[in-house]
T-cell receptor, first 118, second 112 residues
Framework: IAGITQAPTSQILAAGRRMTLRCTQD?????MYWYRQDLGLGLRLIHY???????GKGEVPDGYSVSRANTDDFPLTLASAVPSQTSVYFC?????????????????FGPGTRLTVL | DQQVKQNSPSLSVQEGRISILNCDYT??????FLWYKKYPAEGPTFLIS?????DKNEDGRFTVFLNKSAKHLSLHIVPSQPGDSAVYFC???????????FGAGTTVTVRA
């Protein structure tokens, strides 16, 4: 593995079903993020985790949950999918090591999961 | 309400000419502004950033200009190349928060 991976690549899901999107990074970044991309709205933060064992809510957290049991993995769960959750989901990771932000530090994104809820 | 806005959803430019992408923001406390580039079926990748204490940052063909009084920044690509055809996202960052606020994106098409 090099960088950040997401699975599945795409998924069609019936409304009401439970779904977990997987995200794994091998860069040992302490922070991880989940975004959804929708036309005209850009990337919106769903949930984030600044370090293993902690999580926080982003801009659009309703209907989603996350966990961060270790540094590398950050799964996103839709407990009961609804059509409005049809979107492209991106996982990202970044290094918040506490040093002064340099301006070139950034978040590294996975290739995305295209989810369709019918 | 979105704190970062890209009001032009698309831009078409001829190869070799300049592409100018605009971005406006509402929060004067943002410390850094970043541009990301995204190709279809891929995740966004970092392109260039600028500190709020600077007014210009240049990296090769890419230059970011920041006008703090107007809460406006722009990305200039000179000269534009076919490989620049992508979606460009403007983002803003508060140090200590480390959560990026993204604009809606601008799709750039470079015509041969």
């Amino acid at each position: 593995i090099a960088g950040i991976t997401q699975a599945p690549t795409s998924q069609i899901l019936a409304a009401g079903r439970r779904m977990t999107l997987r995200c794994t990074q091998d860069m040992r970044h302490n922070a991880m993020y989940w975004y959804r991309q929708d036309l005209g709205l850009g990337l919106r933060l769903i949930h984030y985790s600044n370090t293993a064992g902690t999580t926080g809510k982003g801009e659009v957290p309703d209907g989603y949950s996350v966990s961060r049991a270790n540094t590398d993995d950050f799964p996103l769960t839709l407990a009961s999918a609804v059509p409005s959750q049809t979107s492209v989901y991106f996982c990202a990771s970044g290094d918040l090591s506490g040093r002064a932000y340099s301006g070139t530090d950034t978040q590294y994104f996975g290739p995305g999961t295209r989810l369709t809820v019918l | 309400d979105q704190q970062v806005k890209q009001n032009s959803p698309s831009l078409s430019v001829q190869e070799g000419r300049i592409s100018i992408l605009n971005c406006d923001y509402t929060n004067s406390m943002f410390d850094y502004f970043l541009w990301y580039k995204k190709y279809p079926a891929e995740g966004p990748t970092f392109l260039i950033s600028i500190s709020s204490i600077k007014d210009k940052n240049e990296d090769g063909r890419f230059t970011v200009f920041l006008n703090k009084s107007a809460k406006h920044l722009s990305l200039h690509i000179v000269p534009s190349q076919p490989g620049d055809s992508a979606v460009y996202f403007c983002a803003a960052l508060l140090i200590g928060d480390y959560k990026l606020s993204f604009g809606a994106g601008t799709t750039v098409t470079v015509r041969a």
